[in-house]
């Protein structure tokens, strides 16, 4: 996977090149997130040489479409918590500040952050309150907010540090609704205050991408494990509208789990972290296990890591911690049946996509009981060869025309915490600093001014604005995603190895 940052384009029409690019039929095109002064777009440079990606950027010609977009009305109740502060910042009363905000027409320069998270401007003046200087840990979703020239709407529960000033009656994201998205880069809007005492629009309920009964049930679960989710190959062309990634921290042993099966590559599976789930054969099935996080066994009976093996109806498949990684792959033959969100069946407990499972829900196949897979067994290299020692990880660009940072290359680092988000690692300092939010890659070494290093992973958001160190390598991400706390990690040229 390469990625270029496009900024010779105009802002105002970059979301309409983002859209442009993304239904241009370019072959090997993995996604465009446009921001407020760039286009990311990430692609497969086998299928779609930088070369061609450029020379379609620089030819391409905005319409009159182009530059207008959508004007979205929204109703608002301007009763928000910090609407106080508002007013004593800019010697308004609170009136007058929910006048001022309301009587201007907003352009949405990109959604973020959170599925759904508009990224709007300009703020008047006057309102252009900073952040607060200690974020909220939740935010109730639903919030309208600024934060110095912006303004934008929590569509979700999530930590924040801008200023409410209200709420609003309309959901800016809801994956039960079509559209989903009430917003999109582009579009303009405007506030329509609303009566005070309006009630609260509920929370968005969590689309289940499971179904609540499958066509052909296969395992019952009896305890659902610490966290338990269903995973295909990831949402590809869906991080405009604030989608993170999603898929496996592992690919290679998620692709793995599925081709020991024979099953399509994208066939959803599940990914069991910390401690598995308890199921029951409701029928006989071949099963995979991949990844170094737990051992699977058949009625108390351990099965070989990165293997495939068969349960009969009735027999009970659990999972016991190996000490050895961080993260299994379960995968059934021919995949999980699960429907799909933008062409994806990945779960994102962010954006409400799918849930972790539950006791007593029903997992079933795509298709009918095939022939039993025979026993098939395939470690990786470098499972073959240990994971003890410190972790090397080959630096790479974050994208063409970058450089990795040198601070980077030689010193130890230490895995503080790891999660779906990112790895965040302790050690010496490197020059950190912020920069104009935009979108960056799966592995990105992100530098904040504190220095210390964060690697983003799967779930991390869209949208960035703090300096990139780097990239790892994607060949390099399984090792640290097996990773446990404290393991020493030391970033190497590309190259070295």
Known sequence: MQAVYWRDTEPAQLPALAAALLSSGLPGL??????????????EEQALPADTLTEWLAAWTPGDAASTGRLVEIPVCYDGEDLGAAAEFSGLSVEEVAQRHSSQ?????????????????TTPPELQL????????????????????????YPVEAPGGW?????????????????????????????????AGAPLLPPIEPLDLLPEAPQFPALEVGQPGALSLVMDRGRFRAGRFGLVRSGPL??????????????????????????GPELSALRDCSLAVTGLGLTALVDGQPQPPYSTFAVQAGQRVSFRPSGQGRVTYLAIQSGFEASTFMDSASTDLKGGLGQKLRRGQLLGTAQPMLAP???????????????????????????????????????????????????????????????????????????????????????????????????????????????????????VADGIF
């Open 130 to 153: 900073p952040r607060r200087a200690s974020p909220r840990a939740k935010v109730p979703p639903h919030s309208l907010a600024v934060a110095g020239a912006q303004t934008g709407i």
């Open 373 to 491: 897979v025979r026993s098939r067994q395939f470690l990786p290299w470098w499972v073959r060869a240990g994971t003890g020692g410190p972790l090397h990880l080959r630096l790479i660009p974050a994208s063409t025309g970058e450089a990795a940072e040198p601070a980077l290359l030689g010193p130890t680092y230490r895995i503080r915490e790891l999660d779906r988000m990112g790895a965040r690692l302790d050690g010496p300092d490197a020059p950190g600093g912020e920069i104009t939010s935009e979108g960056s890659p799966v592995g990105t070494v992100q530098l904040p001014p504190g220095g210390q290093p964060i690697i983003l992973l799967n779930d991390k958001g869209t949208l960035g604005g703090y300096r990139r160190g780097g990239r790892v390598h994607p060949d390099d991400l399984p090792r640290l995603v097996q990773s446990g706390p404290d393991r020493e990690i030391r970033f």
């Open 163 to 195: 200023n409410l000033l209200g709420r609003t009656l309309q959901a800016a994201y809801d994956p039960h609704r079509e559209p989903a998205f009430l917003v999109q880069p582009g579009d303009r809007v405007r506030f329509v205050p609303q009566p």
């Open 30 to 43: 993995l996604d465009a997130v446009p921001a407020y002064g760039s286009l990311y777009v990430e692609f």
């Open 250 to 275: 592992d690919p290679q042993a998620a692709a793995l789990a599925n081709d020991l099966l024979g099953n399509h590559p994208d066939a959803p599976l599940l990914e069991l972290h910390l401690r």
């Open 105 to 121: 027409t907003y352009r949405v320069r990109a959604l973020g952050f959170v599925a759904g998270f508009p990224f709007m401007e």
